[in-house]
C-alpha cells in the first residue's frame, strides 16, 4: 500500500456493531486495534480525528456514556474497536462491574486483538485506572500505546516535559508501553499514530 494510500485509509471507516455482550462480538479472522481510556479523557475525539469523520464516535456531553464495545470497520478484515470509558462516569457499581466484565471479556480476544491505544488527558496522565489497564494489557501480552490527549491545553514546553516525565515512569517501573502527544483539535500527533497502527495493521507490508 502506498504512503499516500495509507494517509487516506483510515478515512474509510464506517461503524459496523455496538456490542452488549461477547455473543455479540464480530466472529471471524481479522486485525483489531482496540481504544480505550477514562470518561471525558477525548476516546472518541482522537478516533474521529484519526479518521477524519467528527460523527463517526459519539460523543457525550455527560462522561461515561460509551457503554458499549463498538466496531468500525476499515476494510473486510479490519477494524477499529470503542471501549467503554472507565473511571469517572456517576453509575451505579453493578453497572461498572458489567462494564468492566465485558472490557475484560474483548481483551481476551488475543488472537484478533494486535494492540491497544490508552488514552489519556495530558494533564492528569497515569492515573489508577490508566494503570490497571496497562496492567492488564501487561497480563495478556498486548502492546499497548500511550496517547496524552488534549495536548493543546499545554504550551509545548509542559508537553514535552510531561511526556518525558512518563516516558521515565514506565521505564522505571518496567512497562512496554509506547507514549505520544495528541491534540484531535489541530492534529498534532496525528502522523506518528497512523505509523502505530500501521505497524499492527500490517499496512506497511502491503
Excluded at 483510515?10 to 459496523?16: G, I, N, Q, T
Excluded at 477525548?42 to 462522561?63: E, F
Excluded at 500505546?145 to 514535552?160: E, S
Amino acid at each position: 500500500m502506498s504512503n499516500q494510500a495509507i494517509n487516506h485509509y483510515y478515512r474509510r471507516a464506517r461503524f459496523l456493531i455496538s456490542a452488549a455482550a461477547p455473543k455479540q462480538f464480530p466472529k471471524g479472522e481479522g486485525i483489531e486495534v482496540a481504544f480505550v481510556g477514562r470518561s471525558n479523557a477525548g476516546k472518541s475525539s482522537s478516533i474521529n480525528a484519526l479518521c477524519d469523520n467528527k460523527g463517526l464516535a459519539k460523543i457525550s456531553k455527560t462522561p461515561g456514556r460509551t457503554r458499549l464495545v463498538n466496531y468500525f470497520e476499515l476494510d473486510e478484515k479490519r477494524r477499529l474497536v470503542d471501549l467503554p470509558g472507565y473511571g469517572f462516569a456517576k453509575v451505579p457499581l453493578p453497572v461498572k462491574q458489567e462494564w468492566q466484565k465485558l472490557m475484560g471479556k474483548y481483551l481476551e480476544q488475543t488472537d484478533v486483538l494486535r494492540g491497544v491505544v490508552v488514552i489519556m488527558d495530558i494533564r492528569h496522565p497515569l492515573k489508577e485506572f490508566d494503570m490497571q489497564m496497562l496492567d492488564w494489557c501487561a497480563h495478556y501480552n498486548l502492546p499497548a500505546h500511550i496517547m496524552l490527549t488534549k495536548a493543546d491545553k499545554l504550551k509545548r514546553g509542559a508537553q514535552q516535559a510531561t511526556l518525558l516525565k512518563c516516558r521515565k515512569f514506565l521505564k522505571e517501573e518496567g512497562y512496554q508501553a509506547t507514549i505520544q502527544t495528541f491534540s484531535s483539535l489541530n492534529k498534532t500527533g496525528l502522523d506518528e499514530l497512523v505509523n502505530k497502527l500501521n505497524d499492527w495493521m500490517g499496512l506497511d507490508s502491503e
